[in-house]
């Protein structure tokens, strides 16, 4: 799992605890049982329907979250839960760190790599600035909702 995959699911599996949990739907109702007081050999009993595939054969369901995510009251309510001293709206340093994940170096590195960004050196202001924008393009083009002064 790369670094940005690490930062998305910190921020879309946060979602539900700064939004209102919807309502269940009709069909997460559990169905009503069945009585049956016939015996074996009545001719109108059918033979329990099969088992569908078991959930490892299943197609996987996509991590992209179905509705959009307010990143930025997520990242807000994260940094409010921590005393609110971070400056994630400009550092990936601060971005990273937020979210309780390897801001070192090396691990920008792999999230430029990732991401494709190849301003500057390596730690230099300019790249940090670029990884921020970049990572904040990828959360909002993956189902977040991203202020447009976070993205460009």
Same mark, same amino acid.
């Given at each position: 799992?790369? !670094?940005?995959?690490? @930062?998305?699911?910190? @921020?879309?599996?946060?979602?539900?605890? +700064?939004?209102?949990?919807?309502?269940?739907?009709?069909?997460? /109702?559990?169905?009503? *049982?069945? @009585?049956? +007081?016939?015996? &074996?050999?009545?001719?109108?009993?059918?033979? #329990?329907? /099969?088992?569908?595939?078991?959930?490892?054969?299943?197609?996987?369901?996509? +991590?992209?979250? +179905?509705?959009?995510?307010?990143?930025?009251?997520?990242?807000?309510?994260? *940094?409010?839960?921590?005393?609110?001293?971070? $400056?994630? /709206?400009?550092? @990936?340093?601060?971005?990273?760190?937020?979210?309780? !994940?390897?801001?070192?170096?090396?691990?920008?590195?792999?999230?430029?790599?990732?991401?494709?960004?190849?301003?500057? #050196?390596?730690?230099?202001?300019?790249?940090?600035?670029?990884?921020?924008? &970049?990572?904040?393009? /990828?959360?909002?083009?993956?189902?977040?909702?991203?202020?447009?002064?976070?993205? $460009?």
């Amino acid at each position: 799992m790369g !670094l940005f995959s690490k @930062i998305s699911d910190r @921020i879309f599996g946060r979602k539900n605890a +700064t939004s209102a949990s919807p309502a269940p739907t009709p069909a997460a /109702r559990k169905p009503e *049982a069945v @009585i049956f +007081t016939g015996s &074996a050999d009545d001719p109108k009993v059918s033979p #329990p329907a /099969r088992n569908p595939a078991p959930a490892s054969a299943q197609t996987p369901t996509p +991590t992209v979250p +179905t509705e959009q995510v307010d990143v930025e009251a997520v990242l807000a309510g994260i *940094a409010a839960e921590k005393d609110g001293a971070s $400056d994630w /709206r400009h550092s @990936i340093v601060d971005l990273l760190k937020l979210l309780d !994940l390897d801001s070192d170096l090396a691990a920008r590195k792999e999230l430029a790599a990732e991401l494709d960004v190849a301003a500057g #050196p390596h730690g230099s202001a300019e790249q940090n600035v670029a990884l921020h924008k &970049a990572v904040m393009r /990828r959360l909002a083009e993956n189902g977040g909702k991203v202020p447009d002064d976070l993205k $460009d």
